[in-house]
Every structure is written in structure tokens, then in C-alpha cells.
């Protein structure tokens, strides 16, 4: 699991982390930056679970930005590859999460490796996608796997999150903030956490 979360930086500076890095507690009382907040959570296949903790930072200018054809708008490419820029973090398996911008009325062509999951995630705004879906904002719009992209058009000025990956094809199992590939292994990462092994956090008296 790859854990992309907003807080503490500014929008366009961003941090991941493996899942035994993940333990952390988020408070924050600025309101403009609890609105802007999206973590993305990505599950590793069987045999990277147990990964060691690696934390990255992606500070703004390490951050590919693309502009887009017909000064329609923008794209941050944060993981995976956008018309032949590379996103800036490292992942274990193939994604992408690009942070678009569009200005109203711009249609654009997002290119999305086929086979993969996917969903674009309305930030601000509304469009309108291949055609024949409205998403509004905060709307979810999942994606077919078959094809090579979807088609865009902004109704408004928008902002989009466009997540996916390829698929890993195995079993999922969950519990609280577990995500394993068997009930076996649910209760293993349970009492290994009792034990201290994956970390202790630090006494706050």
C-alpha cells in the first residue's frame, strides 16, 4: 500500500509512504487545507507486503508539469507516465495520479494504459467524460479497463484527480488498517503489531 497525503504541505508539495509507515495521526484546524486533502492508498501484491518502510517526499519542483493542447489546461504528474513525462514518485507497481486542470469548455484526451483500473476524481468543478457521464465535484467516475484513454470535457473551469493502476489480481482481505491476502495473514499483522514489531509509538505523557 502507497499512501499519498497532503497534510502539513503546501497543495503542490506531496508525501508517500510504504504501509508500515503509514501509522501517523492528522489534525490540522486550517480549513483550506483539510478541503484540499486526498490521500490515495494503493495495495502491493503478496510478496511486497512486508516491504520495508520507505517514506518519499515530492517537494513542487521535483513534480513534472504539463501543459496541455489548446491552452485547454494543465497536468501535475506526480506517478506514472503523462505524454512522455514521468511522474516524480517511485511505486512498486505501474500507476498513475495526475492533478489536472481545465479551463471551460477545453476537451482533452487522457491516455490510460489499457487494462488498467481507473477513476477520475472531480476536485472543483464539473465535466463531462467520454461523452455521454457528467461528474460534478467531489464525484467519483470510475472507468471502463478496456481502451486507451478517456475524453474530457470541462463544463466549468475543473480540477480532476486521475488515479489507477495495474490490476494485481489477488485476494483481498481487510480489517481496520490491514489490507492482506488472507484471514491467516489478518491475524498475523495483528499480533505482530501487539508485539511491538512494526513500530512503537512514542509514550505523549
Given amino acids: 500500500m ?16 510504504t504501509p508500515e509507515a503509514k501509522k501517523h495521526q492528522h489534525r490540522s484546524s486550517d480549513k483550506q487545507l483539510q478541503r484540499s486533502r486526498f490521500r490515495c492508498y494503493r495495495n502491493l501484491p503478496a510478496k511486497f507486503k512486508m516491504t520495508p518502510p520507505r517514506y518519499q517526499t515530492l517537494l513542487r519542483d521535483a513534480i513534472p508539469t504539463v501543459q496541455l493542447p489548446d491552452n485547454a489546461g494543465s497536468a501535475r504528474i506526480i506517478a506514472g507516465e503523462f505524454d512522455s513525462n514521468l511522474g516524480a514518485a517511485r ?6 495520479l495526475w492533478d489536472v486542470s481545465l479551463r471551460k469548455g477545453a476537451q ?15 476536485r472543483t468543478g464539473q465535466v463531462r467524460l467520454g461523452g455521454t457521464h457528467t461528474a460534478s465535484e467531489r464525484e467519483l467516475a470510475l472507468l471502463e479497463r478496456q481502451g486507451d484513454g478517456v475524453i474530457v470535457e470541462a463544463q466549468v473551469d475543473a480540477e480532476l484527480l486521475v488515479l489507477g493502476g495495474q490490476p494485481i489480481d489477488e485476494p483481498v482481505v481487510t480489517y481496520g488498517p490491514f489490507v492482506m491476502n488472507s484471514p491467516e495473514e489478518i491475524r498475523q499483522a495483528m499480533a505482530d503489531v501487539r508485539a511491538g514489531k512494526l513500530g512503537k509509538l512514542a509514550s505523549l505523557s
Fill in 91 to 96: 511505486t512498486v507497481t505501474p500507476v498513475i
Fill in 108 to 122: 482533452v484526451k487522457l491516455l490510460i494504459p489499457d487494462g488498467f483500473n481507473s477513476a477520475v476524481f472531480v
Fill in 2 to 17: 502507497v499512501l499519498w497525503d497532503t497534510k502539513n504541505f503546501s497543495r503542490a508539495d506531496l508525501p508517500g509512504q
